[in-house]
C-alpha cells in the first residue's frame, strides 16, 4: 500500500522566518509529487514534481524531488502571516489516478 | 466554469439515511477524483474517474458507497445508509489528465446526527 509521511506535524514561527517541510514517500510506479495549501476547505496547488533534483519556485517558495531518497522538501522564505495553513503532498501512480496524501503540515506564523 | 464546484456546501443528515453529493468539474477536464477529510486528517482518496469510467475504485470504503460520472463532466457520490463515521468533509478534483495537477472544490461538509 502507498505511504506519504510529512513531518514536522505542525510549526509554528515568526514572520521573516525560513522553514522547510519534508515529504517523504513510498509509491509503487511512482509518477509525480504533488504539494498543496489549504486554508479552509479547498486545497490549492503549489507545485507539481516529477524530475529529481530540479527546484520548482514560486514566489518564496520553491521545491525539490529527491527520487533516490524518496522524499521532497518545501521551502518558505520571508514567511508572511498569510502563510498560515496546512501543507499537504500527495504522491501519484504512473497509468493509476490514485493519490496517496500525507497527513500534512500545519504551519503557523506569528505576527 | 471557472473552478470545481460542488453542492450542497453542507449537509445534515440522520442516521441511516442516504446522501448525494455534487460535483461539476472544470470544464474539459477529463480526470475526477473524490476524497475525503476527517477533521485533522489527511486527505483519503475515494475514486477516480477518467471520463465516465472509473478505473480505480479502490478507495471506496464500503459497498455503501458509490459514485457515478455522465458525460465526462458531473458526477454524484452516494452514501447508502449513512453512518457517523461519514461525518467528513468530501472533496472533489479534476484535472486535465490523470497523474497530473488536481483542481479541488471547495467540498461538502456532511455531518450525520
Known amino acids: 500500500e502507498d505511504k506519504v509521511v510529512q513531518s514536522p506535524l505542525s510549526l509554528v514561527v515568526h514572520e521573516g522566518d525560513t522553514v522547510t517541510l519534508n515529504c517523504s514517500y513510498e509509491v509503487t510506479n511512482f509518477r509525480s509529487l504533488l504539494w498543496y495549501k489549504q486554508e479552509k476547505k479547498a486545497p490549492t496547488f503549489l507545485f507539481m514534481l516529477?524530475?529529481?533534483?530540479i527546484e520548482k519556485k514560486s514566489g518564496r517558495l520553491s521545491s525539490i524531488l529527491d527520487k533516490k531518497e524518496l522524499s521532497s522538501i518545501l521551502n518558505i522564505t520571508a514567511t508572511q502571516t498569510g502563510d498560515s495553513a496546512i501543507y499537504l503532498c500527495a504522491g501519484v501512480r504512473t497509468n493509476a489516478g490514485k493519490s496517496t496524501f500525507g497527513d500534512g503540515t500545519t504551519l503557523t506564523v506569528k505576527p | 466554469g471557472a473552478g470545481v464546484s460542488q453542492s450542497p456546501s453542507n449537509k445534515v443528515t440522520e442516521k441511516g439515511k442516504d446522501v448525494e453529493l455534487r460535483c461539476d468539474p472544470i470544464?474539459?477536464?477529463?480526470?475526477l477524483y473524490w476524497y475525503r477529510q476527517s477533521l485533522g486528517q489527511g486527505l483519503e482518496f475515494l475514486i477516480y474517474?477518467?471520463?465516465?469510467?472509473?478505473?480505480?475504485k479502490s478507495g471506496l470504503p464500503s459497498d455503501r458507497f458509490s459514485a457515478e460520472r455522465t458525460g465526462g463532466s458531473v458526477s454524484t457520490l452516494t452514501i447508502q445508509r449513512t453512518q457517523q463515521e461519514d461525518s467528513a468533509v468530501y472533496l472533489c478534483?479534476?484535472?486535465?489528465?490523470?497523474?497530473?495537477?488536481?483542481?479541488f472544490g471547495p467540498g461538502t461538509r456532511l455531518t450525520v446526527t
Open positions: 478534483a479534476s484535472s486535465d489528465y490523470r497523474g497530473r495537477e488536481q483542481y
Open positions: 474517474f477518467q471520463g465516465n469510467s472509473a478505473p480505480d
Open positions: 470544464s474539459g477536464h477529463t480526470a
Open positions: 516529477t524530475s529529481s533534483g
